[in-house]
Every structure is written in structure tokens, then in C-alpha cells.
Nanobody
Framework: QVQLVESGGGLVQAGGSLRLSCAASGLIFSTYTMGWFRQAPGKEREFVAACTWSDSSIYYADSVKGRFTISRDNAENTVYLQMNSLKPEDTAVYYC????????????????WGQGTQVTVSS
């Protein structure tokens, strides 16, 4: 079955960096768009970034542009999220997910989800 396993979360001070990883198995990784979402307490899950399978186009939420970088390694079946200049408002559980169709900005388009990894940014 499809499994997505995130890692790399933790506690960091504002201005610091973290690199999240998401290892995928049970699917042909290179044929799936990979996305990152996050959910803070009391808030809805929101889109962070995505990398398409077809042409590796990359998309970011406005709130993370210039600070976060998504990348994928199809040979390793892994997608990464490099997060720099972190802010307290980046604190959330971060999830990776896969989709092949639909709007990549919409969580309902995604078929498979990881369990999430906590990112906490202290001020």
C-alpha cells in the first residue's frame, strides 16, 4: 500500500532553518505530484508548496515564497521542504501528500497523506 513518512520536524528559533523529508513507497513516485500542507492548532489545513510530476513545475503559497524550497528526488522516492527564515507563524504540523489530478492547491485533490511532522518556531 502507499505510505508517506515525513521526518525532520522539530523546535527551532525564529530565523532558523529546518529541512523536512517525505519518503514515499507503494507508488510510482515519478508519476505523482507531491505537495506539502500544514495545519496549525485551530486552523484549517493550508497549502504550502507542490512539485508536479509532469514537468516538475513548482508552486508556493505566498506566505512562504522566498523562504521555503520544495524539491524531489525521483530516484530516492523522496520530496523535501527546505524551510529558511522561519517565523513563529510557521508553527504547525506539516504533511506531505500526493495527487495526480485536480487542483494542487486544494487538499481534497490529494489521495494519500503522511502522518505529519511537528514544526515549532519559537520567538
Amino acid at each position: 500500500q502507499v505510505q508517506l513518512v515525513e521526518s525532520g520536524g522539530g523546535l527551532v528559533q525564529a530565523g532558523g532553518s529546518l529541512r523536512l523529508s517525505c519518503a514515499a513507497s507503494g507508488l510510482i513516485f515519478s508519476t505523482y505530484t507531491m505537495g506539502w500542507f500544514r495545519q496549525a492548532p485551530g486552523k484549517e489545513r493550508e497549502f504550502v508548496a507542490a512539485c508536479t510530476w509532469s514537468d516538475s513545475s513548482i508552486y508556493y503559497a505566498d506566505s512562504v515564497k522566498g523562504r521555503f524550497t520544495i524539491s524531489r528526488d525521483n530516484a530516492e522516492n523522496t520530496v523535501y521542504l527546505q524551510m529558511n527564515s522561519l517565523k513563529p507563524e510557521d508553527t504547525a504540523v506539516y504533511y506531505c501528500a500526493t495527487t495526480r489530478y485536480g487542483s494542487l492547491y486544494n487538499s481534497f485533490s490529494y489521495d494519500y497523506w503522511g502522518q505529519g511532522t511537528q514544526v515549532t518556531v519559537s520567538s
